[in-house]
């Protein structure tokens, strides 16, 4: 089955402590990227990639890492998490671009203590 | 700066009526424009991706059109039924950043029995 999958669903965690959430694909798709959704914000971008070793800031990149060092693979680090990283976290992959039509993960509900 | 704004923010309706899901962008300067499903608990699904060059798709009960010019596309739902419950997503892939995808905040649909 074509997916997007995301580890964890949900996490508590505390301020300061580093933690990665996985996004994997399986649909040998080029572009990933990550987003968070916010109340009254809506979806808001990350990072992209658009190919293994190329990532890009998107809107709100400050306080995440990302990385792609495989195709199918597009880690969101957050190195120092604090409490205004609180959120609904989703990734997701495209054949292409962000222009094409995106398949999203389940997300990963994150809470910082 | 493109800016998408979706009206109403939620909506109730009885089973069985036709309605109109609105989303506007300020930057015309779009390649295309894609409609989301996003679940409780659960990620987007796309529904519709139309564009720039087109003026609607359909998708079973499912027809959302686009007005490039004037900044506005509506997303049509005929014959409502409860499963139609969702929050309903817009999102534009602008023309200078074909990378990036920005989102609308939605509008929550209940359909009542």
């Known amino acids: 089955e074509a997916q997007v999958t995301q580890n964890p669903r949900y996490l508590i965690t505390v301020t300061g402590k580093k933690l990665t959430v996985t996004c994997s694909q399986n649909?040998?798709?080029?572009?990933m990227s990550w987003y968070r959704q916010d109340p009254g914000l809506g979806l808001r971008q990350i990072y992209y990639?658009?190919?293994?070793?190329?990532?890009d800031k998107g809107d709100v990149p400050e306080g995440y890492k990302v990385s792609r060092k495989e195709k199918r693979n597009f880690p969101l680090i957050l190195e120092s998490p604090s409490p205004n990283q609180t959120s609904l976290y989703f990734c997701?992959?495209?054949?292409?671009?962000?222009?094409?039509?995106?398949?999203f993960g389940p997300g990963t509900r994150l809470t910082v203590l | 700066k493109q800016e998408v704004t979706q009206i109403p923010a939620a909506l109730s309706v009885p089973e069985g009526e036709n309605l109109v899901l609105n989303c506007s962008f300020t930057?015309?300067?779009?390649?295309?424009l894609q409609w989301f499903r996003q679940d409780p608990g659960k990620g987007l699904t796309s529904l519709l991706l139309?564009?720039?060059?087109?003026r609607e798709q359909t998708s079973g009960r499912l027809n959302a059109s686009l007005d490039k010019s004037s900044g506005r596309s509506t997303l049509y739902i005929a014959a409502s039924q409860p499963g139609d419950s969702a929050t309903y997503l817009c999102?534009?892939?602008?023309?200078?950043?074909?990378?990036?995808?920005?989102f609308g905040s939605g509008t929550r649909l209940l359909v009542r029995p």
């Open positions: 139309i564009q720039s060059s087109q």
């Open positions: 990639s658009m190919n293994v070793e190329v990532t």
């Open positions: 999102a534009v892939s602008p023309m200078d950043s074909s990378y990036k995808l920005i």
């Open positions: 930057d015309s300067a779009i390649y295309n």
């Open positions: 649909m040998n798709h080029e572009y």
């Open positions: 997701a992959s495209s054949l292409m671009t962000g222009s094409d039509t995106q398949y």
